[in-house]
């Protein structure tokens, strides 16, 4: 009988012990693929935010990967889809919002509280992915979002991938 608990616990064990690792390199790909990203050097910490969820599938989702070297920075300098921090006007309504006198854009990346879930940023690099059907205009004059964003925090080496649809 002990033998027995003990192999279902063992099998329980090595279960979730797979199960953690497979997430892991789960989110991962599922960034390096976001971002258009071919190889993503080796991850020392995940940290993940999701709202995504209801009929339509509308919500906001943040992975944050940290790096322990500058693998990733000299990755995407070469990358011309990246561009170095600061952001554009776009980026940045979206990502941390824009206050111009009366009138204030964003952010839209918040978590439920209304929080940025992308913290301010001076040195580093980021790319935008406009993945709204009718992709003609500003982004931020319409009326619904579906975009992806990636943030590099060269200081903290840390990649945000952010994704909003609306």
Known sequence: MKKRLFSAALALALAAACLTGCGAASEEK??????GLEKLPAVTHISSYDSHGGFLGDGVSCIALTFEDDQLEQQLAADPDWHSLPADETVQALVWGVEDGTVSTGPCLT????????????????RLIDRHSDQQGDILSRGSFNFTVGVYDAEARVLYCCELDT
């Open 30 to 35: 599922t960034v390096a693929k976001a971002l």
């Open 111 to 126: 978590d439920g509280d209304g929080q940025p879930l992308v913290p301010p940023v001076e040195k580093g690099c980021y």
